[in-house]
C-alpha cells in the first residue's frame, strides 16, 4: 500500500512538473491580440457593425424600382352567371396573374438623406467597435502591470526574508558563543516570521493579479500562462511630458469617442432632414399587367374558350404617375420634424461632453503622471537613504551596539521604501502610457 502512494505521489509531482514546464510565457501584445479575437463585448460590438452595415445596404436599395408578381387560383362551386347573363349551375376552376412595378421619382430627398443616415450610423458603431478595443486594450495594459508589479513585490519580500536568514545563521552562532544574549536570536526570528507573511501576501497578491488578468481575457485559470517581463525605460529627473492641451488637441481628431460621437451628431441631422421631407410632395411611377383564365368559360355558341385565346383577350396593363401631397396627416410629419431637432440637439450636448470627458481624463492621467514622478523620485531618495541607514545599522547590529528592535525597524523602513518606490515606478509607467495612447501611439513595453 505505502508502495502504492508513493508511485501516486510521484506521478502528481510528475504532472505538476511538466504543466509548469509546458507553461507559456505571454507578452503584453499576445495578451491584447488574445482579447481583440476572443472577448465577447467585442465580438457583439462587431455584430452591431454588421447590423448598420445591412442597414446602409437596404438604404441604397430603397432607391432601386420596386417589382412584385402575383397569382391566384380559385375553384367555384354553385351558382354563376354565364356568358348570356343567365345563371348556371356550374363548378369552376380560375386563375389570374399580375405584375407591378414602382418607382420613387422624388420624395424631398428623403431616400438621399437615409443612405447618408445609414452610412453615419454604420461610421458610429464602427467607432464604438474600436472604443471598445481601446477600452480593453488600456484595461489590458493596467492588469498586465499589476502583475509585473506584484512579481516585483515578491522578489523584494523573499530578498529582505534572505537577509533576515543570514542574520538568523550569524546571530545564532553568536549566542551558541555567548556574544549575544538569546533574546536578540529570538527577536530576528520572529521578524522572519513576519517576513514570511510578507511573502505570503506578496504572493497572494500576484496571484490574484494574474486571475484578474486572466478573467479580463476571459481565459480559464487552468489555461495560465506567465507575463513576459519586458525591460521598462528607465525613469529619470530629466523627463518631461507633453502638455494636455497639445494631447487633447490631438485625441480629439483621432480618438473613436469623439469620432463616433461626431457621426451619431450626423446621423441625428440627416434624420432632421427626412423629417423635413415628409412635409414635401412625393412622386413615383408605376405599372402593372394583370391577366386571368377560366375554364369554364365559352363563347356565345358555347365552344370552351382556349388558354391562350382567353390569355389574349383578358390582359391588360397600364402604367402613370401618383402625385402624393400631404395636407393633413395630424401634425404627425410636423411633430417628427420637432423631435428630430431636439435629438440635434441632444447629440451635440453629446458630443460637448464626450469631449468634456476625454479633456478630464488626459488632466487626469497627466496630474497623476506628474504626481507619480515626484513620488518616485522622492521615494528614490528615500531608498537610498534607507539603505544607507539600513547597513549602517546592521554594522552597529553586527558588533552589538543596537538592539534587534532598532535592527528590524530599520529593515521594516527599507521595505517599506521599496515597496513604495515600486508603486511610484509602475503609477507613472502606466499613467505615461494612458497619455501616448490619447496621442494615438500604440501600448507597448
Known sequence: MKRIFSLMAAAVLLVVFTSAQAQETWSLLKCIDYALKNNIQIKQQKL????????????????????????????????????????????????????????????????????????MDLRASLEDMQKAKDDMMLNIAAAYLEVLFADELVVVAEDLQKITQLQIDRTGKLVEAGSLAKGSLLEIEAQYAREELN??????????????????????????????????????????????????????????????????????????????????????????????????????????????????SNERYGFGFTLNIPIFNRFQARTGVNNSQIQVENTELQLQNTKNLLRKDIEQAYTNAIAAFKRYIANQKALVSSQEAFRYTEEKFNVGMVNSVEYNQSKNNLSAAQSNLLQAKYEYIFRTKILDFYNGRTIEL
Open 48 to 119: 452591431n457593425t454588421d447590423y448598420y452595415s445591412n442597414q446602409l445596404g437596404q438604404a441604397r436599395n430603397n432607391r432601386l424600382p420596386s417589382l412584385n408578381g402575383g397569382a391566384q387560383n380559385n375553384m367555384s362551386f354553385g351558382r354563376t352567371i354565364g356568358p348570356d347573363n343567365t345563371y348556371l349551375d356550374i363548378n369552376s376552376n380560375s386563375t389570374s396573374a399580375s405584375l407591378n412595378a414602382n418607382v420613387t421619382l422624388w420624395s424631398g430627398f428623403t431616400l438621399k438623406n437615409s443612405v447618408e443616415m445609414a452610412d
Open 199 to 312: 511573502v505570503v501576501n506578496a504572493q497572494n497578491r500576484l496571484q490574484l493579479a494574474y486571475l484578474a488578468l486572466y478573467q479580463l481575457l476571459d481565459l480559464p485559470s487552468t489555461e495560465s500562462f506567465k507575463v513576459e517581463k519586458p525591460i521598462l525605460p528607465e525613469i529619470g529627473a530629466n523627463m518631461s511630458l507633453m502638455n494636455t492641451m497639445d494631447v487633447f488637441k490631438n485625441a480629439v481628431q483621432i480618438r473613436p469617442a469623439v469620432k463616433g460621437a461626431e457621426y451619431k451628431l450626423e446621423s441625428a441631422r440627416r434624420q432632421l432632414e427626412i423629417a423635413k421631407g415628409n412635409l414635401m410632395p412625393s412622386l413615383s411611377f408605376g405599372g402593372n399587367y394583370y391577366n386571368f383564365y377560366n375554364n369554364k368559360y365559352t363563347d356565345y355558341t358555347g365552344n370552351k374558350i382556349a388558354f391562350k385565346d382567353q390569355m389574349k
